[in-house]
């Protein structure tokens, strides 16, 4: 009976620590998607400033000199966003469309759902 017991203690513990793992770890990549998606900001700078200086030692001097480097290139990349979002937007679209088109009405209702609950800026 001891053994069904401690069994049954670990296989609890394991699965706990294994669920708590799962969705910490999907919290955090939810979050850095996020991050990727609202475009580069300051926190991208602060992110990749952190991880040169860990790993390459910098100066002061460099760090300066990087950290403008990075702001330009974010902003740069902001605004070359800006100009494609429409465009993929609207082939993410079409292509939903034709999907929709391939699918009978309960398998459209389904997809719907599900793009409404992942995408909630996907256009129909």
Not at 61 to 89: F, G, N, Y
Not at 104 to 113: P, T
């Amino acid at each position: 009976m001891k053994n069904v017991r401690i069994v049954a203690t670990l296989l609890v513990v394991f699965t706990v620590g294994a669920a708590s793992g799962a969705l910490g770890t999907r919290s955090i990549l939810l979050e850095r998607f996020r991050l990727i998606q609202a475009g580069p900001t300051e926190k991208h700078v602060e992110l990749l400033m952190k991880r040169f200086d860990q790993k390459l030692a910098l100066t002061e001097t460099q760090e300066q000199q990087l950290r403008a480097v990075l702001v330009s290139a974010m902003e740069q990349i902001h605004v070359v966003r800006q100009q494609v979002d429409p465009q993929i937007k609207e082939i993410i679209a079409e292509s939903n469309k034709e999907v929709m088109t391939i699918l009978d009405e309960e398998q459209d209702e389904i997809f719907l759902r599900l793009l409404k609950n992942k995408f909630k800026d996907v256009q129909m």
